[in-house]
């Protein structure tokens, strides 16, 4: 008979069945070592993402959130720090109720700061997981990603 503390135990070192435990346990993993690498740039890899694909011609924060994941909300709280340390504006967009958000200058320098040191770690985990295992590990992510988004978006339509 076990006790519960050897229950306990042997549950916490079963791997989780829970779809959304081991993808957010992977995504904190994988920030923590974009973070470490990316720190010498002054930066993490959230506000490295958002730099990323924030571009130079503009772009709507709807827009920018979309491609990130992220809801409107948490975007623009996260831009704080990056509008403050001058590295991206908020400029007019195509009409007086849209803003668009740009890279400055001091916002491309950061990237050029950052972008080797991503690389190393990208090109660290590429070797770690092999081809076949990256080509495999990002088929499934695009799909789990565009399953997602359109049960987002069914439910979006359905809720109107």
Not at 22 to 40: E, F
Not at 68 to 92: A, C, F, N, Q, Y
Not at 155 to 160: A, C, E, L, P
Request: hydrophobic share 40%.
């Amino acid at each position: 008979m076990s006790t519960i503390s050897e229950t306990v135990r042997a549950e916490n070192a079963a791997p989780s069945v829970c779809t959304c435990f081991r993808m957010r346990k992977l995504a904190r993993l994988m920030t923590q070592r974009y973070d470490q690498a990316l720190a010498p740039a002054g930066v993490n890899l959230n506000q490295y993402s958002i730099l990323r694909r924030t571009g130079g011609r503009g772009r709507p924060l709807g827009e920018v959130a979309h491609e990130l994941g992220m809801d409107r909300s948490t975007l623009s709280r996260d831009l704080k720090s990056l509008v403050e340390s001058g590295w991206i504006e908020s400029v007019p967009g195509a009409d007086a109720r849209q803003r668009c958000l740009r890279i400055t200058d001091s916002g491309r320098a950061v990237i050029e700061r950052a972008q080797p040191l991503w690389r190393v770690v990208q090109d660290e985990i590429d070797r770690g997981l092999g081809q076949d295992g990256i080509d495999a590990l990002h088929a499934h992510l695009d799909r789990a990603i565009a399953q997602l988004q359109a049960d987002a978006a069914s439910v979006q339509r359905g809720s109107r």
